[in-house]
Nanobody
Framework: QGQLVESGGGLVQAGGSLRLSCAAS????????MGWFRQAPGKEREFVAG????????YYSDSVKGRFTISRDNAKNTVYLQMNSLKPEDTAAYYC????????????????WGQGTQVTVSS
């Protein structure tokens, strides 16, 4: 049984930065692909970024490409999402997720989910 716990969310002004962390426990996720998703009020959850188990391959949604960076430290069983140049439209609850195969943008393909951390960007 594995668990994912996100942290690092908060309130930031537009143009600012935040770094989210996702700590895994209960099992090793070093051979799992990891993803970050977000859900804004009244909207469906959407894929933000993903990283392969090795960290060699990363994927980003068009809306965050060039501003967000996903990374992982398998020794610490932790995945990060560095968010720069934040915009009010980035306001959402952010979730990390894990799956035992390659990265996919489909949330239904992920087996483990965290409880989410709120990011609010003021204009």
């Amino acid at each position: 049984q594995g668990q994912l716990v996100e942290s690092g969310g908060g309130l930031v002004q537009a143009g600012g930065s935040l770094r989210l962390s996702c700590a895994a426990s209960g099992r090793t996720f070093s051979n799992y692909a990891m993803g970050w998703f977000r859900q804004a009020p009244g909207k469906e959850r959407e894929f933000v970024a993903g990283i392969s188990w090795s960290g060699d391959t990363t994927y980003y949604s068009d809306s965050v490409k060039g501003r967000f960076t996903i990374s992982r430290d398998n020794a610490k069983n932790t995945v990060y999402l560095q968010m720069n140049s934040l915009k009010p439209e980035d306001t959402a609850a952010y979730y990390c997720a894990a799956r035992p195969f390659g990265v996919t943008t489909e949330e239904g393909e992920y087996a483990y989910w965290g409880q989410g951390t709120q990011v609010t960007v003021s204009s």
